[in-house]
């Protein structure tokens, strides 16, 4: 780190963990009235996994975290910070975030959780960022982690095809130079019914219906387009412009979603970096998934340009540039 330079944050390590059962399209024709070919056509996805009974999404996060610390060449030890992504955490409380901590033998720092829905990891990493420039925290892991299979009405067609679950994670870690060059946030709560999950926990019931609700065309509708403002809004504000990106690492909810502003922006197809495919949409995993899956085939090398950007339920949505 150079003496003088600011302190910026880099990503020094990534990780991601995909539960072991599989649900196929095929296997979903028997559960409701729906096609491989419907789905596929539709969303591009082939697969989707399902977290085992008992495995939760800080079970998810711990694997996850492991192959991001062993990337990083680091210990858990070295992590003063855990910020992680959910809507479907463990417990109402303590936060997943905490019981990752515990998993992980981590008894010093500190330890919350971020809940944006699907934009949740790009407000974790933005919210780590700043804790590390400000210079509060030297090393944060920062994880998306969901068991969203457990908030489907499985009956539903339009939406029990959608997601799964997993979980990514990178480590954070003070730099002299970037690394991370901005983040951008945006929420707009008018929109909170288009994508809602409205039950909640009260004189110990559920009250309200606690499956995913979605206005699938609106909630499309608003992502190409919010996708495509922040990216523009990001590269002006760095002094960039579109060809300088080496590779969109967009949240993962339907190709589509990715090939229509990657289409509005002028990002040619073979800078997406896509993995809808073989695990549906995972909320707040699907970028650090996404972004190890790169990171480890090694298409995103050391200098590359990487435009982070997540959009979901709030509505929220934001963006993370990153010189690799
Ligand atoms: O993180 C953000 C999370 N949300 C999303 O990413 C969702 C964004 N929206 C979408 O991805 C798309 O709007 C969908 C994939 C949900 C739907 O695709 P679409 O091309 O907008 O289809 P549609 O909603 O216009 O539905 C077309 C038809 C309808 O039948 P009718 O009314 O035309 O007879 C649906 O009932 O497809 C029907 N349909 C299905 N058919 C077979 C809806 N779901 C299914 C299904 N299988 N699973």
């Known amino acids: 780190m150079s003496a003088a330079g600011p302190v ?13 059962k599989v649900l196929t399209n095929r296997d979903l024709e028997s559960m409701v ?9 539709r969303t591009g996805i082939r697969e989707r996994r399902i977290a085992a009974d008992g495995e939760f999404t800080s079970d998810l996060a711990l694997a996850a975290s492991r192959q991001a610390l062993a990337a990083a060449g680091l210990r858990p030890g070295d992590i003063d910070l855990i910020v992680l992504a ?34 949740g990891f790009i407000y974790a990493l933005a919210t780590a960022d700043q ?22 009405d499985w009956k539903d067609r339009g939406t029990c095809v959608l997601f799964g679950d997993g979980a990514g994670a990178v480590v954070l870690e003070a730099a002299g130079e970037a690394g991370v060059l901005s983040a ?81 922006l002028g990002i040619p197809p073979e800078k997406c970096v896509v993995t809808v495919d073989r695990h549906a949409n995972t909320s707040a995993a699907s970028i650090p998934l996404a972004l190890d899956v790169a990171a480890r085939d090694g298409r995103i090398r050391p200098g590359h340009l990487v435009l982070l950007e997540g959009v979901g339920g709030g509505f929220t949505w934001g963006s993370v540039l990153v010189r690799w």
């Open 184 to 264: 951008h946030l945006h929420a707009d709560g008018a929109y909170a019914d288009i994508l809602s999950t409205p039950g909640h926990v009260c004189g110990g019931k559920v009250l309200g219906d606690p499956t995913l609700k979605m206005d699938g065309g609106a909630v499309f509708k608003l992502a190409v387009r919010v996708l495509e403002e922040c990216a523009h809004e990001t590269l002006s504000a760095n002094g960039l412009a579109v060809p300088d990106v080496d590779w969109f690492v967009a949240h993962q909810a339907n190709v589509r979603i990715i090939s229509h502003t990657a289409r509005k």
């Open 33 to 41: 009235d729906t096609t491989d070919e419907w789905i596929v056509s």
């Open 131 to 152: 804790y590390i420039r400000s210079g509060m925290f030297r090393r944060a892991l920062v994880v998306g982690a969901e068991v969203f299979s457990r908030i489907l």
């Open 8 to 20: 910026r944050s880099r990503i020094a390590g990534t990780g991601s963990y995909l539960p072991a």
């Open 86 to 119: 959910t809507s479907t955490p463990d417990m109402v409380f303590p936060s997943s975030a905490c019981l990752l901590q515990k998993k992980l033998g981590i008894r010093h720092g500190a330890a919350f959780d971020v809940q944006a829905v699907c934009t």
